[in-house]
């Protein structure tokens, strides 16, 4: 019987072996997750020659159209996109430490973040979602998927995703929203490197989208550049937890004092190795951002 209530439906053909797949890693990792933070699955067919999954309607779309292609009367202020930016992490900590079992994204990006009718963040598309147990060895994935710009560059590296590298696709998120630009640009612009240069000239804030104008926390605006450069550090074991990120976000710890912000030889080196590695697969999912960053990991100022 109908509820009145409208949903969302993704249709995959039978056809393609990819994405039955995709449609039953989709099913696996959504079935049971419930986070007011995700698109819930609210259940899936089999029609004819198509696989269909049902989920919650959200009625704003993705962040990215809001940041990119806005339409309508919505504009993502400042207050907003703060608040946003703590729904997904509190989305991801959930899927990283919370919920049963430890589930990796793999596909953080702001086209996967959906807005809905409270401009509260729901992360959605679960398709290269990987489930593993607590405490368990990640397992290697077949080849390196995510969408340019997003992946980490072990992950290009080694085909290996972990929890550090949704927590790398987030940073590069969070510098994306905050400055209105897209992780990589033409003239090989890449995000995360211009934001260092300019932190380093003592520029930071050069950085802020500029359809904001003026309106925006000069402190939060601050906290969300670093921790965004912060998640997107090269080296994997430097990158905070989500849980981290939380506390960060919600004032209560102080972000790490770095040591410098320039972009050292050995993060050089590192993006060079992940850029040769490299592939851009039929479906365009692969590519890596280097972030060149150092610190001293101590709490103590922000």
């Known amino acids: 019987p109908s509820t009145g209530c409208e949903v969302a ?4 053909t039978k056809n393609s072996l990819q994405g039955i797949r995709d449609f039953a890693a989709e099913v696996e990792s959504l079935g049971q997750l419930r986070h007011k933070n995700l698109v819930n699955l609210q259940g899936w067919c089999k029609k004819k020659n198509n696989l269909i999954i049902v989920y ?4 704003n779309g993705s962040l990215d159209s809001l940041i ?5 009367n919505i504009f993502l202020t400042w207050e907003r996109r703060f608040n946003i930016f703590k729904g997904i992490a509190e989305g991801l900590l959930y899927l990283h430490e919370e919920y049963q ?42 080849g390196v998927v ?3 710009g997003y992946i980490a560059p072990e992950l290009a590296r080694t085909g290996k995703a972990s929890t550090a590298t949704d927590v790398f696709a987030y940073g590069v998120l969070l510098l994306e929203v ?10 090989n612009f890449i995000l995360v490197d211009w934001v260092t240069e300019c932190c380093q000239m003592g520029r930071l804030l050069d950085v802020v989208d500029p359809k904001l104008g003026s ?7 601050e906290l969300v550049l670093k921790l965004g450069l912060l998640c997107s550090y090269h080296k994997p074991e430097a990158r905070p937890s989500m849980r981290q990120v939380v506390r960060y976000l919600n004032g209560d710890d102080l972000l790490p004092v770095f040591d410098g912000w320039g972009t050292n030889v050995e993060s050089q080196g590192e ?11 039929s479906n365009g999912t692969s590519t890596s951002i280097g972030a060149g960053v150092s610190f001293n990991s101590i709490n103590i100022g922000r």
């Open 9 to 12: 439906v993704k249709k995959i």
């Open 56 to 59: 919650d309607y959200i009625p």
């Open 68 to 72: 990119f292609n806005p339409r309508g």
């Open 101 to 142: 079992q430890v589930v990796i994204h793999r596909d953080v990006k702001s086209s996967n973040v959906l807005i809905d009718s409270d401009m509260n963040a729901r992360l959605s598309d679960f398709g290269l979602a990987r489930l593993h147990d607590h405490h368990g060895e990640i397992s290697h994935t077949t």
């Open 146 to 148: 995510g969408t340019i």
């Open 178 to 187: 905050a400055c209105g630009k897209r992780p990589i640009g033409s003239g």
């Open 215 to 221: 309106e925006f926390d000069v402190e939060e605006m």
């Open 271 to 281: 993006y060079r190795l992940s850029t040769r590695c490299m592939e851009v697969t």
